[in-house]
């Protein structure tokens, strides 16, 4: 079975950081493109940064740039979101996700959120003083 699992979120004080970890069961994660989304109260899910399989190139949304990291373990199965200098706005539940058809950056960031079959159950990330 194909399972996705977040980890990492809390709560946390405004320029404080947090890592993330996105670990794959049932499949090679550095097989495919990553990407990290997130989703506030009354807000679309938007994407965050993405990674891409085999030459491990990123990109990252204008929101993110300078502040996340996006980096994979392929040991260890997982990809990892290194979030510092938070900001309320960051405030959201994060999500992981993959899909077969997705295994470069430019293919992975220039779809839909609806593109991608595997996905996460979340982990919530609160930046608040």
């Known amino acids: 079975q194909l399972q996705l699992v977040e980890s990492g979120g809390g709560l946390v004080q405004p320029g404080g950081s947090l890592r993330l970890a996105c670990e794959a069961s049932?499949?090679?994660?550095?097989?495919?493109?990553i990407g990290w989304f997130r989703q506030a109260p009354g807000k679309e899910r938007e994407g965050v940064p993405w990674?891409?399989?085999?030459?491990?190139?990123?990109y990252y949304a204008n929101s993110a740039e300078a502040r996340f990291t996006i980096s994979r373990d392929n040991a260890k199965n997982t990809v990892y979101l290194q979030m510092n200098n938070l900001k309320p706005e960051d405030t959201a539940v994060y999500y992981c996700?993959?899909?077969?058809?997705?295994?470069?950056?430019?293919?992975?960031?220039?779809?839909?959120?609806?593109?991608?079959?595997?996905w996460g159950q979340g982990t919530q990330v609160t930046v608040s003083s």
């Open positions: 990674i891409g399989s085999s030459d491990g190139s990123t």
């Open positions: 049932g499949f090679t994660l550095d097989f495919y493109a």
């Open positions: 996700a993959a899909d077969p058809r997705l295994i470069t950056t430019v293919q992975a960031m220039c779809v839909s959120h609806f593109e991608y079959n595997y």
